[in-house]
């Protein structure tokens, strides 16, 4: 109890780099999902080819490379820095969820009922209407669930920023390992232990999500 009781308030002061890192990563994240999905469905070839590279490359590296490339390599190989450690970390993940999250707006819209586009084409409206009206608010819903469970690996990423320095729970819970092994099994579980907690709302969320996803999305 008295290795708990020293390890729990030095990893509470992590929380709020922790949730922060999330909440940035996050809005950055689906706002890219969104956007990337959306151009992967263009009338322009330029666009989607660029988009479909992007979406290729983030999903096709490590992000942990990515972390890297953006924090140390890119100063270091073209003297371009990204800011301070929070903006590294804030990107990297964002961009790499991003990529894997606008499959899902694109499947999401692709499969919205076709009898949805022609309903709305015979009621003359642009496409650009056809999308914001008709199309992609129940694609929208269909996109709930694996937004959600995509918050929830979004968190359990951000444990990667103590890699460059930012101090979130598991930074404190290695300064803690490094200056005494034996209390290594100690931090180590109650870092599980809060990053469980911290889950915990998400968890909810997403099922609420899944929820609502059953609801307002026609069907053939």
């Not at 707006?105 to 949805?116: E, F, N, P, T, Y």
């Not at 199309?135 to 694996?146: G, K, N, S, T, V």
């Not at 404190?172 to 870092?191: C, D, E, F, K, Q």
């Amino acid at each position: 109890m008295s290795a708990i009781a020293e390890v729990f308030p030095v990893l509470l002061k992590g929380i709020q780099i922790t949730v922060i890192v999330l909440i940035l990563s996050a809005i950055l994240g689906y706002f890219i999902a969104i956007v990337a999905g959306l151009c992967r469905l263009s009338r322009f070839w330029i666009i989607r080819t660029f988009t479909g590279f992007y979406v290729e490359v983030f999903r096709g590296t490590s992000l942990i490379v990515q972390l890297f490339w953006l924090y140390y390599a890119l100063p270091m190989l073209f003297g371009f820095n990204v800011g301070s450690n929070l903006v590294a970390g804030v990107l990297a993940i964002s961009l790499n969820y991003g990529a894997y999250m606008s499959e899902i707006v694109r499947g999401s819209i692709v499969a919205v009922d076709k009898g949805q586009t022609e309903a709305s084409v015979a009621l003359n409206m642009t496409r650009f209407q056809r999308m914001r009206l008709v199309i992609f608010p129940q694609a929208f819903r269909m996109m709930l669930p694996e937004f959600g469970n995509y918050l929830i690996q979004m968190l359990k990423a951000t444990s990667l920023v103590s890699l460059i320095g930012m101090h979130d729970i598991l930074y404190h819970g290695n300064l803690i390992r490094s200056s005494n092994l034996s209390m290594a099994p100690t931090v180590y579980i109650l870092v599980l232990i809060f990053y469980f907690i911290i889950a915990l709302p998400f968890i909810f969320l997403a099922r609420k999500m899944e929820t609502v996803s059953k609801k307002g999305v026609a069907s053939s």
